[in-house]
């Protein structure tokens, strides 16, 4: 959440406190005007991150449903044969229905966390190894090992070389 809330400040150039200006309640349409989700969202995918989906306003999907019905009805005005009319029915769903796939795609303005805190939640769902790299050194089991053997060595007071994977603890107590 303090990730996105400094990310969110970044972006949009506010200099008071990112936690005051982003709360988790604080709701995406709330944002300054100068960005839109869609901006914020190209935004993170040009760092690197996986996004949740985007969704087309009830405006543009009743816009493309528009013009795709005016369409249809243009071509059933000029004269089109009644065999026709099923295969360009259903040649005019498939158009539909690809025209909506692509414009959620460039044009999609809803997003589907309504919060700056499921906007975090969603990004973290989705980016698992991003946040991972951000929190730290990934541990390896080599690496687990040395820090064992280092705090041994250090409550103990025996040497490096006789602590092994085997060795017992009650040996060395």
């Keep these: 959440m303090q990730w996105l809330q400094r990310q969110l400040a970044e972006m949009l150039g506010r200099r008071d406190s990112a936690g005051w200006a982003f709360p988790a309640e604080l709701r995406l349409t709330e944002l300054p005007e100068a960005v839109s989700p869609w901006q914020l969202f190209a935004e993170f995918r040009h ?69 700056v805190g499921e906007l975090a939640q969603q990004l973290l ?14 541990l390896t089991h080599e690496l687990i090992k040395k820090i064992v053997v280092q705090h041994l060595v250090e409550m103990t007071g025996c040497d490096e070389d006789e602590i092994t994977e085997e060795t017992q603890l009650a040996e060395l107590l």
């Design 125 to 138: 769902w989705k980016n698992p190894k991003y946040f991972s790299r951000l929190s730290g050194i990934p």
């Design 47 to 115: 760092r690197g991150l996986r996004v949740p989906p985007l969704f087309l306003s009830w405006y543009q999907f009743w816009l493309i449903t528009g013009v795709s019905i005016v369409l249809l009805l243009a071509s059933i005005w000029n004269g089109l044969p009644l065999q026709d009319l099923a295969v360009v029915l259903c040649g005019g769903l498939v158009v539909w229905g690809i025209r909506l796939v692509i414009a959620r795609c460039l044009f999609g303005r809803v997003p589907i966390a309504k919060t």
